[in-house]
């Protein structure tokens, strides 16, 4: 039995002989030079990566990537948020340019008809497919050729591997384009998942991150449940270039590998800190990128569109606000962006906080929009006990930091050079008053390019109505199914559809 790799086409014979559906039409089976494209996704994971330094796990499979590649070490997320921060990805848009808010299972959809990236690689000759979830609305306006693996599926790494492999029997000779998304590492964090891993990592091996700022059991528990869904992820990532690479597609593959946004854990997802927005972001192509190759420059998600489009030879529509990652693939010298923006508008339609963000290569901005009026609703994030516990103990910069998630001021400003996990808010600071001007201007600026319909103050206030209206026919809702039910603790499924908005909802500045 030969260990070498398959050549494709002695592959897809075999696969023929074996049942396997494999159709190639007559006009495609002449050699193409455009590249194959793989866009890995992972759940709610930030660089907690050993090729990002994190020593409490091990990624070999993910370091060889960025080894063989380009690793990203500022690369951002538009929102921490699921459903938003997808919709950037397949559009190359911020989430209030398509209208998509908030988490689509909650009912919050796109409303503006942007371009869509498998659409368009489609129309340009690439077989399309995807595994896991999609997440944004309306689904069917996406153009997918192939569903593989349902998102809950996907905690398999043979699983995984196995369904690429079937994908890539179905793509045949075309160029292909998939959409790899990996339910790890999305709470609840589940230590072992049929077997996975053999030994997973124990509490005692962990310790919870900086800018959680405590340490207690219950999170060693949550962060060590975390890494095993993170080692998942990497075996799953290692069958899928092992498949390629048996296939010997390895070198004609542009292979990107992405987080969706940070951990669910508290001042990470659904926030506009660090942990929340910073991502892992590599990037692989052999003979076409190099290796080895560590670039600090600001990149976001919504660069990805701009760089699959570039790499395919589709023209790349000018409206869009990102750019094509080739020139800092090519050279750490290329000229690029000195500020990035970020967002969060909602969650759950009870999660409404809007905040739009700014940072530079050493300060933070944070605005919040509607600090005068509110609390933080979503000051803690799927279950994570970090904020409680921490106002609980000791006064000090932890305590501070974790009420000032729950009560923002309408200004936070952070100097991530002398404090990366954003303890100390100098917004009122006089000697960086000239910063706080800058960057405030500078998001004013970007807010207006992108038409931002929060500023506005008749499109913000249009927008906090509705989302009270939302929020109050829900209480009265869950009340009376708590009665009905006679229980104070309902099913998820019943909370679900008890917060579920209106699909005409309206986004100021979105035509319907």
Request: aromatic share 8%; charged share 20%; proline share 10%.
């Amino acid at each position: 039995m030969s260990s070498g790799p398959t050549p494709r086409r002695d592959f897809l014979k075999a696969a023929g002989a074996l049942g396997l559906a494999v159709a190639l039409p007559p006009a495609l089976a002449e050699e193409t030079a455009k590249p194959n494209l793989l866009l890995i996704c992972s759940e709610d994971m930030g660089p907690t990566l050993g090729c990002y330094g994190d020593t409490q796990v091990a990624t070999p499979n993910l370091d060889q990537l960025a080894a063989s590649g380009v690793r990203f070490g500022n690369a951002f997320v538009t929102q921490a948020s699921c459903s938003p921060s997808r919709s950037s990805i397949l559009t190359g848009l911020f989430p209030h340019q398509t209208g998509q808010l908030g988490l689509a299972h909650y009912g919050y959809t796109m409303k503006s008809k942007p371009v869509k990236l498998p659409n368009a690689l489609r129309k340009a000759g690439y077989y399309t497919g995807i595994m896991g979830k999609i997440h944004v609305g309306p689904e069917n306006s996406f153009a997918f050729d192939y569903k593989g693996l349902p998102h809950g599926k996907t905690h398999n790494p043979e699983a995984v591997g196995k369904d690429f492999r079937a994908f890539l029997a179905q793509a045949g000779d075309r160029p292909f384009f998939f959409y790899l998304n990996l339910i790890d590492s999305h709470a609840p964090m589940i230590d072992q998942v049929d077997g996975v891993p053999a030994e997973p990592t124990q509490p005692d091996d962990v310790r919870p991150w900086p800018w959680l700022g405590i340490d207690t059991p219950e999170l060693r528990k949550r962060v060590a449940g975390y890494y095993n869904g993170v080692r998942r992820v990497d075996l799953a990532v290692g069958e899928v270039m092992r498949a390629l690479a048996d296939l010997q597609l390895d070198a004609t593959t542009l292979v990107v590998f992405i987080g969706d946004h940070g951990p669910a854990f508290s001042r990470a997802k659904t926030t506009n800190y660090e942990a929340g927005l910073k991502i892992p972001l590599l990037v692989r192509q052999p003979g076409t990128v190099p290796p080895g190759g560590v670039r600090d420059q600001l990149v976001s998600t919504v660069d990805l569109m701009p760089t699959f489009f570039a790499a395919a030879g589709v023209p790349v529509p000018g409206h869009l606000p990102g750019r094509p990652l080739q020139p800092l693939l090519a050279s750490a010298d290329a000229p690029w962006r000195t500020t990035l923006c970020a967002e969060f508008t909602s969650h759950g339609p009870a999660n409404y906080y809007p905040r739009r963000s700014i940072r530079d290569d050493r300060y933070k901005l944070i605005l919040n929009l509607e600090a005068a009026s509110r609390a933080n609703p979503v000051a803690s994030v799927d279950g994570c006990p970090a904020t409680k516990q921490a106002l609980a103990g000791p006064d000090g910069a932890i305590k501070e930091a974790h009420a000032r998630a729950v009560h923002p001021p309408l200004v936070e400003l952070y100097d991530l050079a002398e404090d990366p996990s954003e303890l100390r808010n100098l917004a009122e600071e006089p000697k960086l008053a000239e910063v706080r001007t800058r960057l405030l201007a500078q998001l004013e600026q970007w807010r207006r390019d992108t038409a931002d319909p929060t500023l506005d103050p008749a499109g913000l206030k249009a927008l906090t109505d509705f989302h009270d209206q939302v929020r109050a026919a829900a209480q009265q809702k869950l009340a009376a199914e708590k009665q009905r039910l006679g229980t104070q603790k309902l099913p998820a499924k019943v909370v679900n559809q008890c917060l579920q908005i209106q699909p005409d909802y309206a986004v100021p500045g979105i035509a319907p």
